[in-house]
């Protein structure tokens, strides 16, 4: 085979980016002497590293990547710096109360008033307003034990379905375009696949730096195998986009067409797996099914000259991306925030899927759309848990009969107990308490009053409603608005599992005791319960083991089935990926597949059997472009967009106490094209006004072609500088999941 000097060239200008980025790729952080190593997963994000931490006298002073887990003993920047985070002097270590009201200070109290203060106006609420007068506010980075005992004390002991969560910002579109698609939440396939891929598919995602771990194995697969191809479709140029073969830019929220119109390319050039959508898929317009005919006819709309009108690509490359996606051995979607963060968060998952089972690039090794999932346990803790306002345990929904039925029996509750309701997803959660519907809230390990979107209307719920919060950090924003505080136990601090993106489930043992007087979540969560008149009997555990036992064995009448991996396999195991059935069966690499998921029956006639559907068929949907809430206009005329950087956490109440990774990033700024500079005479660090028809807010200037004219993005990290005042709050009609991605601003110097 000849080498071009072109393909050279690429090769090594891939080589290049991923030495860069190599850089904040470390394998330990190590304070020598350790008697005992402890095997946990890191704290931070969905790719779920494992790690080792090392323990000295009662103190955790090392880190270490798990070179067991799928990490193979890799860790980014944060992970790696865990250990500082647990002694840093922001740590909360007493309960707090606001014994005045919301303008009084918060001061230390033992646990017992605390609680008592907590638990009596949840009482007085149910007593004189009813179950759907509290919610719990959750998180996909709370332990899977406690999201469960949080969701059955909701659920079953209060009545009430108002549980929601972080997850609702950030997976439930993947979640919908899952269960739309598939009929079951959760992907087909896993980490494997990477490997396995020659073409990567990666859209919506920052994965360089917010998967870290993972892109290195992305890289990785590129440089030992040049072939590889990798398309990057991102209105930004990311540093992901440094190792792609194409990086797609376009206007934002018009990715709907652009999958479309590679839809159309497939057909035309007959680049389509006939066999495969012929035998496993059906389509569905709306909620008709119709033929393959009535699709093609659909995508008659989404040739490539139409959607370079929509989108700003040009014809030639939505070709050139279609036949990559299509003629390689094997393609691997991923996706995450890019996506799921719009009002046609669903539709844009419904149309990744398509182009998947279009071409039968599913269900086989290094074949597969694979969400990216964002906290570290929104897929074991919410996902399957079922904390959600619409869901519960195992893939059930609230507003289905029989499976609320299911669960009452499974939870030995009178039938009728599960209200037949959906609660209130999280935006509908924040409007009830300012409407004063809901009248009491606990927020479990996540920082709404800087996170929510629009957040000059939305934190008004915080000020209205009774808060009870359970954080570790006093730089939480949302402590502000907290009636009590309770110091919940940190990581490593306590034990519990974490499932990550690729199905895999991972304990974090406890290492050390936790700091003051902070508690484990799970013992605050059940004694609050129980103040508050949550019958005993319901949550009869003695600790996070026994709530595991009685998760794992409900999971075996259903198909999520890891009644197999006990929590004495998780002691010795780096991980298991369900389904896993029993105690012997390894954990499930391709989900669907015979032979391989044991979820599909040995004698089953096909080799691909997506049993979350009745007939055994995934769904091509036929879904049209459809713009965003907010696009720019000639009041507000450029797009703001928002995201994350590598070395912080979201709200950066955790790095932004590591002096190496403050320093890294100080502060937040907005990122300008330098065209639009220029036009607009700003240059470096010049103080910018963001305007939107929320608010307006002042950042320094960061020049670079990162954003395309018209484009400007800023990171959402900085407490200082809260860019979600801007945003409006318009979510997707089926997943309510707001669109952080796109809104209209004026971008003007201060003059
Ligand atoms: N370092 C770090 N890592 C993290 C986190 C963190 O806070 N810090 N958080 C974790 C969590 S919870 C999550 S959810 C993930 C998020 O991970 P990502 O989704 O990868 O990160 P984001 O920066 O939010 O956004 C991804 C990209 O979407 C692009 N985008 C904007 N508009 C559009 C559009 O219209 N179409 C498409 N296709 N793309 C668009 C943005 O330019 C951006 O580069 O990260 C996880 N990992
Ligand atoms: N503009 C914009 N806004 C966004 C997004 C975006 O892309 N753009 N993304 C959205 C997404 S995807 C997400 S996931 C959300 C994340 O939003 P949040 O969950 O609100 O953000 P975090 O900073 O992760 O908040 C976690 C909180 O838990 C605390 N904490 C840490 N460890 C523990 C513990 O062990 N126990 C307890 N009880 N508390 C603990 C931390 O100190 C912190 O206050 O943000 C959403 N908001
Ligand atoms: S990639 Fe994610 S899970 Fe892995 S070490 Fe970094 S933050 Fe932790
Ligand atoms: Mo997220």
Known sequence: MTILRRDFLKGTAAAIA????????????????????????????????????????????????????????????????????????????????????????????????????????????????????????????????ESYVANKMWKAGFKSNNVDGNPRLCMASAVAGYITTFGKDEPMGTYNDIDAASCFFIIGSNTSEAHPVLFQRIAKRKETSPDVKIIVADPRRTNTSRIADVHVSFKPGTDLALMNGMAHVIIREELDDARFHGKYCNFVKGNDPVNFEEYKKFLDDYTPEKVESITDVPAAT?????????????????????????????????????????TGHICRPGATPLSLTGQPNACGGVRDVGALAHLLPNGRMVENEAHRKEMEALWNLPPGTIAPKMGRHTIALFEGMTAGDVKAVFIHCTNPAHTLPNLNKLTKGLQTAFVVQTECFKTAETLKYADVVLPAAFWCETDGVYGCTERRYSLTEQAIKPLGESRPALEILMDFGKRVGVDPKLIPYQNASDVWEEWRLLSAKSVYNFAGITRARLKKESGVKWPCPTENHPGTYLRYVRDDDPMVPKDHPNKVFFYGKPDGKAVIFLRPYDPPFEPADAEYPFVLTTGRVIDHWHTATMTGTVPELRKAYPGAYVEINPEDAKKLSIVNGDPVVLETRRDKLTFPARITDTCMPGLVFTPFFDPKLMVNKLFHDAADPISKEPEYKICATKVYKVS
């Open 318 to 358: 939505i070709v050139k991306i279609a036949r990559m996606f299509a003629e390689s051995k094997g393609t691997v979607s991923l996706w995450c925030m890019g996506i799921n963060q719009r009002v046609r968060g669903v539709w844009a998952n419904n149309l990744i899927h398509n182009l998947h089972l279009l």
């Open 18 to 145: 991923l030495s860069v980025l190599a850089g904040p790729v470390r394998a330990a952080q190590s304070g020598g002497g350790e008697e005992k190593w402890i095997k946990g997963v890191c704290r931070y994000c969905g790719t779920g590293c494992g790690v080792l931490v090392g323990v000295k006298g009662g103190k955790a002073v090392s880190i270490k990547g798990d070179p067991r887990n799928h990490n193979q003993g890799l860790l980014c920047l944060k992970g790696a710096m865990l250990i500082p985070v647990i002694y840093s002097e922001d740590r909360i270590l007493k309960p707090m109360i606001r014994k005045g009201g919301k303008n009084d200070q918060l001061t230390e109290v033992s646990w017992e008033e605390a609680l008592d203060f907590a638990a009596n106006p949840f009482k007085k609420a149910l007593a004189e307003a009813g179950p759907a007068s509290i919610a719990y506010y959750g998180s996909g980075q709370a332990l899977t034990e």
